[in-house]
T-cell receptor, first 121, second 113 residues
């Protein structure tokens, strides 16, 4: 079964320091991996995704993520955190071995439970 | 939030009432989705639709219904059969099903009084 784990409910970091938000996944086939950010009472905003190719993916607002197949991880990183980065972050995975909707397998996104990032001045 | 709109932003319902949440997109996307978000539980898929006039149940479809009569619209009805409807509801859309990114609307917060 597909699953995503975000082992930290909350990550605290000082402004200007590097940040890492952790994500590990479990799929049967090749994973498609996504990071989203959510500000209070708002929808999710897409940050970046890994489909194939370079293991280091660059996304919006200076964020990047590193795909590590051997460790089944897709950690989100930023070299220098901003107070405005404080938000709820979600990792999501889609198992690309899963066939399309009409075969009975949704190929849906599975979301982690989210990690709250708190950046302090 | 891009080209996806959800209304209303806040909705209050009395027990036993059905309510309908609106979701409209102008992105020309084929696929649309409804998720439910509860604190500490991430997002759970309620229903999804690949094309017009077709939709499928997700993981937690009981007590919900949808329709997809137009490409740009995917309304969700929360029926009185849904035992714990208080939650934040998110609509999303994507161009297709495979590698395409899902883009989310701003959400509707439903509270049952």
């Amino acid at each position: 079964a597909q699953s995503v784990a975000q082992p930290e409910d909350q990550v605290n970091v000082a402004e200007g320091n590097p940040l890492t938000v952790k994500c590990t996944y479990s799929v049967s086939g090749n994973p498609y991996l996504f990071w989203y950010v959510q500000y209070p009472n708002r929808g999710l905003q897409f940050l970046l995704k890994y489909i194939t190719g370079d293991n280091l993916v660059k996304g919006s607002y200076g964020f990047e993520a590193e795909f590590n197949k051997s460790q089944t991880s897709f950690h989100l990183k930023k070299p220098s955190a901003l107070v405005s980065d404080s938000a709820l972050y979600f990792c999501a995975v889609r198992d690309m071995r899963a066939p399309a909707f009409y075969s009975g397998n949704t190929g849906k996104l599975i979301f982690g439970q989210g990690t709250t990032l708190q950046v302090k001045p | 939030d891009g080209g996806i709109t959800q209304s209303p932003k806040y909705l209050f319902r009395k027990e036993g009432q059905n309510v309908t949440l609106s979701c409209e997109q102008n992105l020309n996307h084929d696929a649309m989705y409804w998720y439910r978000q509860d604190p500490g539980q991430g997002l759970r898929l309620i229903y999804y639709s690949q094309i017009v006039n077709d939709f499928q149940k997700g993981d937690i479809a009981e007590g919900y219904s949808v329709s997809r009569e137009k490409k740009e619209s995917f309304p969700l009805t929360v029926t009185s059969a849904q035992k714990n409807p208080t939650a934040f509801y998110l609509c999303a859309s994507s161009m297709g099903l495979n590698t395409d990114t899902q883009y989310f609307g701003p959400g509707t917060r439903l509270t049952v009084l």
